[in-house]
């Protein structure tokens, strides 16, 4: 059939003028991610349209480092990412559903692991016994009182009666206690004005110390006092109440003293406020601390920032909070920011330990905090790296047990950048145990001020009030955390609310507020007779183990969505134990224990539901390159991956993610190509047969063979389907499952009715990746996988095996392992797809050109100089025998032709090298040069579909070297990995060395011909002539020099297993012809009234227009050089006409626009 050039160019101008409407052969472009989307994870719109088909369906998945920088080893993230990861693209399918069956328990207890739990619904308490003491004043014999009035207030914070207990501290200076008339020596008592309210105190304290402060600011003194009172007092309203002292307090006349009361009411049922008289003082005075409340972080809980996302870069930082828990595992205190090298900050506890690790290193301290005993933990960054790290245990300097030097840099910013979280953090490690008093700086707080303030409420007196980021007391309740830093950074609780009181009373440690108030108070000396009586008692005390009741209750939802069932839960309840233990206060011995009378019991027994998700489709599944020194240029790599099989999904509103660790390495532009047109054979239907490792993780090698993954499924077939194609992706990993080195070969088994019918290996020939080199070990094999590369698709068809069939039965499964001990760890997912009959008897189609092609997955083969390479299918039922293949440069208007004669089935594809005539190279271009090709006449007959007919691919001009030329090889420590070949373009080898010796340098001199030619050089041992991680091999290197000895070209030396590269001696045209052809340029195009072609020689050359319909337009030439050509064409209708440029026998053409 003969097939003119006007018939091709008007086909192509067809589908480029239909490029946004939705005819056949049509194009809709949907853009999923692209380099600047700060997002992998997000909802595209995909075309739905119900009488709409697609030929076919392709992904343009491009990579490029990071803004197309270039890491280097002291910045290794600064463009492409340092390691190689997986890096997989799911489709989600909410119409695919996965039920788990699942159970839980019906209720969960906090601090109970039992199945019975037999419970009080009031509080019930353990005791400390001692001895109060009751003294009576039987006669005065004398009697000093001094009187520190500091005002006439009604204060109500200093016995606050309103709480179950509470602790406060005042100072009082010697020279009041000495101007008020007290005199060294001892002190026998005290009293406090009380207003006309008073409450209950049980078992209340008076505790004296000496002390040289002069207010209370600074740290908080706990210990060292005298316990000089302990009773439970009637506190009579309206008049003094004199406390009489059952031990004097020895006054040395010239120390300060501070007086510290106490009280616990755990067993009052008098929550009446106390009015104590006293007033406002200059100074801090003054420490209040009542019933604390904190929060209990459990069974998955969290916390987490409505918007703060934590102090950022190199800031110097600091971290305070008090815990209290008995885990010994891990748990997350604070954390936020990315988790990429050096980009998270996390502070948690490892095995007891405090911990700050910044992704790629970590600090450990040394003291155990998992006690079960309150303490302040703080770490301090003060520097740029691990290094700078501190650890405040109490406030006490703790030694790191381990250092770390990762350099610190947190992200704070993108949508990779976590909230600020207590609890969970960045890698989902739980808090469980008891936090209070959560706070961050913007700066690295010294130790005195940590110790000065780490018991205190923070006021703005702090000295860094300023830098103060975040506060939380939890003194709310609710889910809504309050922040008090004045920033207005509220959280959120993500679980069940556990709020608990602490009501140490006498042994208050945290939360006190520095007041600038005091009660006036008496002291009192003299002589006195006095009675005192010790009384036993027994003083509540809160239990150590808080245990909160939630009950559950399942509530089915429909199966048929990607809806869990529902669970219920109660709000949790506090219960207590029906029993009690009596200690000792003077040895903290156990004097007795008892048990109670329940009032109640509780059954915990499991309750089924269902989990369900929707289907996680792997549509990719890459692996991303060594990054270090990995340069993709500021456009990136491209890859065109077929979708075809997916387009019963790629409809409507779909989820779509890149994740499993890489997606993050690089910049990604992902688009679809939906090509509206008649497929080959309609997808009836798709399935993905197990679900996605994004969803259920890797695969142990054992789990696979035990089932416990991939059990076998059964598969509902479609009625119509004819064809059945599996399709299966797998990848290794670990150090057996990745490296068949290590492991042993394994075997990928899929068993039909448990009768094995496909059985594979998946060892991927890294020495030959195409992005290379790599910093990294790049060349190795890998099982399914190469850095940088997609992984292996194994496709195999099922068609033979289904025989009317309505279900069949499919189960994957692997060989034993050569190590059954060994880490083999598998990304799979299999696929089913089912065709239609063949909706062509007579049709052919271009699937791929192989070379030329620019492209990423063609960049070892695709420069060539002669003889383009393609792949056509059979897409008709009928066998292929016979195809007219045309093909031509950029816009030639002398295309060339070859017959291909073979024999393919339907669907069967052919790798076709065409030969290819000088006059092929004639439209050769200096840039932008595009091969197109264009397939007709099937068995010499109608091609019933002409829209899967064209194809085309961008391409870079060969090299052109003189005749005289010489290979130079320099060999290295194994020369025997070594050799090279000489091919022209008949492909019979016209030089080769197998270069025996080592460390020599090889000159091989040629004296070529008019040809195009290809060089292959080989290497057995796949790591190059040189390799960074292969030292003992030593150095060598491959050139290309000229008969001067002038070098031309110098080759990578680190190229794996080899390479080809095309060159020739004349381009098939003379070098002069080949710089004449690459020197025409057209402007401006497209063009209005004037265009100018430029070149050399112009001359000697002719030219004539022509429009689309091949018609010669005229056109007068405005001016003449041998350099440039004007044109007047402001006459000519807007279109698209195409000069035809001849110099002797050159002829070649350029495309012009007109508007």
């Not at 005390?541 to 048929?560: A, M």
Request: contains cysteine; negative net charge.
């Amino acid at each position: 059939m003969k097939y003119s050039i006007s018939a091709i160019i008007a086909l192509i101008m067809v589908m480029n003028t239909m490029a946004f409407s939705q005819n056949m052969g049509d194009t809709l472009r949907v853009q999923a991610f692209n380099f600047n989307s700060e997002s992998r994870d997000t909802v595209i719109s995909f075309p739905d349209y119900e009488n709409l088909s697609f030929e076919k369906i392709l992904l343009k998945y491009s990579m490029r480092c990071k803004n197309g920088l270039v890491s280097n080893s002291s910045n290794t993230n600064l463009g492409c990412g340092e390691w190689d990861y997986s890096c997989n693209t799911y489709l989600v399918d909410s119409s695919t559903v996965e039920s788990v069956a699942s159970t839980i328990l019906s209720h969960d207890i906090t601090n109970f692991t039992g199945t019975t739990f037999k419970y009080k619904t009031n509080p019930v308490y353990n005791y400390i016994r001692g001895n109060q003491y009751e003294v009576v004043i039987l006669g005065t014999n004398s009697e000093t009182e001094a009187n520190i009035n500091s005002g006439s207030q009604n204060l109500s914070n200093v016995i606050d009666t309103r709480s179950k207990s509470g602790r406060s501290q005042y100072l009082y200076t010697a020279d009041e206690l000495t101007s008020s008339g007290l005199s060294a020596g001892a002190i026998r008592g005290i009293s406090l004005n009380f207003g006309d309210i008073t409450g209950e105190a049980r078992y209340f304290k008076i505790r004296i110390k000496s002390t040289n402060k002069t207010t209370l600011s600074g740290e908080v003194d706990l210990d060292g006092f005298t316990e000089v009172y302990y009773y439970n007092p009637i506190f009579v309203p309206n008049q003094p109440n004199r406390f009489q002292f059952f031990q004097p307090f020895d006054w040395d006349g010239t120390s300060n003293l501070i007086v510290d009361l106490s009280f616990n009411n755990l067993d009052g049922s008098n929550a009446t406020e106390t009015i104590v008289e006293g007033g406002e003082v200059a100074a801090t005075m003054g420490l209040q601390a009542l019933s604390d409340q904190a929060i209990f972080i459990t069974n998955g809980g969290y916390i987490e920032c409505d918007d703060y996302t934590g102090v950022g870069g190199t800031t110097n930082r600091t971290v305070e909070a008090w815990i209290k828990t008995t885990n010994g595992s891990n748990g997350e205190i604070c954390s936020w920011g990315t988790n990429t090298t050096g980009a998270k900050w996390v502070f948690r506890y490892v095995q007891g330990r405090l911990r700050v690790e910044v992704n790629g290193g970590g600090t450990e301290s040394s003291k155990l905090v998992n006690d079960g005993q309150w303490h302040h933990v703080a770490c301090v960054l003060n520097g740029s790296s691990l290094t700078g790290i501190r650890f405040y245990v109490d406030g006490v300097l703790d030694n790191n047990s381990t250092i770390g030097t990762t350099v610190i840099n947190t992200n704070v910013t993108g949508n990779n950048a976590y909230k600020l979280r207590i609890s969970r953090g960045v890698n989902d490690r739980y808090l469980d145990g008891i936090i209070d008093d959560v706070r961050v700086w913007d700066t690295n707080l010294p130790v005195s001020t940590i110790n000065e303030w780490k018991n205190l409420k923070i006021t703005e007196d702090h000295p860094n009030y300023g830098n103060l980021q975040l506060y939380y007391t939890f003194d709310e309740s609710g889910t809504t955390i309050i922040d008090h830093s004045g920033h207005n950074r509220n959280a959120h609780l993500i679980g069940d609310e556990y709020r608990v009181i602490d009501n140490a009373g006498s042994t208050f440690i945290k939360s006190f507020n520095p007041v600038k108030q005091r009660p006036n108070l008496n002291f009192y000396q003299g002589d006195f007779n006095t009675q005192v009586t010790a009384r036993e008692a027994d003083r509540p005390v809160e239990k150590d183990l808080n245990h909160f009741v939630v009950s559950r209750t399942i509530i089915p939802s429909d199966p048929t969505k990607a809806l869990d069932d529902v669970i219920e839960t109660s709000t949790p309840v506090e219960y207590w134990t029906p029993d009690y233990t009596i200690y000792s206060e003077d040895t903290g011995n156990i004097i007795d224990q008892f048990t109670l009378t329940e009032d109640g019991e509780i059954e915990i027994s499991e309750l089924s539901y269902f989990k369900r998700y929707p289907f996680y489709n792997e549509l990719v599944s890459f692996v991303t390159p060594y990054g270090i020194g990995l340069d993709l240029g500021k456009s990136g790599k491209s890859w065109i991956m077929d979708m075809s099989d997916y387009e019963s999904i790629l409809k409507g509103k779909k989820r779509m993610l890149i994740t499993l660790g890489g997606e993050r390495q690089e910049d990604m532009d992902l688009e679809f190509l939906f090509i509206v047109g008649t497929p080959p054979r309609k997808v009836l239907q798709y399935n993905q047969l197990w679900q996605g490792t994004n969803r259920i993780g890797s695969a142990n090698i054992n789990d696979i063979i035990n089932n416990n993954k991939f059990a076998p499924v059964d598969v509902n077939l479609h009625p119509n389907a004819q064809y059945f194609k599996l399709k299966s992706s797998i990848t290794g990993h670990g150090s057996e499952g990745e490296f068949s080195q290590n492991g042993g070969i394994v075997y990928h088994k899929m068993l039909f009715s448990g009768i094995e019918i496909f059985n594979w290996t998946i060892t991927r020939n890294c020495p030959f990746n195409p992005i290379y080199p790599q910093g990294g070990t790049w060349i190795y094999e890998r099982q399914g996988w190469c850095p940088g590369m997609q992984t292996l698709v194994e496709e195999q068809d099922l068609t033979n095996y289904v025989d009317g069939e309505s279900t069949i039965n499919l189960d994957y499964t692997t060989s034993s392992p050569q190590n059954p001990s060994g880490d083999y760890r598998y990304h799979v997912a299999h696929q089913l797809v089912e065709y239609g009959e063949a909706n062509f008897q007579q049709d052919a189609a271009v699937v791929e050109i192989i070379a030329p092609n620019n492209t990423a997955e063609y960049l070892r083969v695709g420069t060539i100089c002669a003889n383009p390479t393609i792949r056509i299918r059979n897409t008709g039922a009928q066998e292929l025998t016979e195809l007219t293949i045309k093909y031509w440069l950029n816009d030639s208007q002398n295309p060339q032709s070859f017959t291909w004669t073979g024999s393919l089935d339907f669907m069967d594809d052919e790798i076709v090298t065409i030969s290819s005539p000088k006059e092929f190279w004639y439209d050769i271009q200096a840039e932008n040069n595009i091969f197109h090709v264009n397939i007709s006449n099937p068995n010499s007959g109608t091609d019933e579909y002409q829209f899967n007919n064209s194809m085309t691919s961008t391409l870079d001009v060969p090299s052109v070297f003189p005749y005289k030329m010489s290979v130079e090889f320099r060999t290295n420590n194994a020369p025997s990995q070594n050799s090279y070949q000489l091919f022209n373009s008949n492909g019979d080898v016209v030089g080769s060395n197998n270069l025996t010796s080592a460390n020599t340098t090889y000159k091989d001199d040629y004296d070529l011909v008019d040809d195009c030619y290809k060089l292959i050089v080989y290497d057995n041992g796949g790591d190059g002539v040189q390799w960074w991680a292969n030292p003992n091999q030593g150095t060598g290197y491959v050139r290309i020099k000229n008969e001067s000895g002038s070098i031309v070209k110098t080759f990578e030396p680190d190229f794996g297993g080899g390479f080809e590269y095309s060159f020739t001696t004349d381009f098939e045209v003379s070098a002069e012809d080949l710089e004449y052809l690459t020197s025409l340029k057209v402007f401006p195009n497209p063009a209005d009234q004037f265009f100018t072609l430029e070149g050399k020689e112009l001359m000697d050359t002719k030219f004539k227009i022509i429009d689309i319909t091949g018609n010669e337009i005229n056109a007068s030439i405005t001016n003449q050089s041998d350099t440039s050509v004007s044109f007047d064409i402001d006459s000519f209708p807007s279109g698209i006409y195409f000069i035809m440029i001849q110099k002797g026998e050159l002829i070649t053409s350029r495309k012009l626009i007109k508007r």
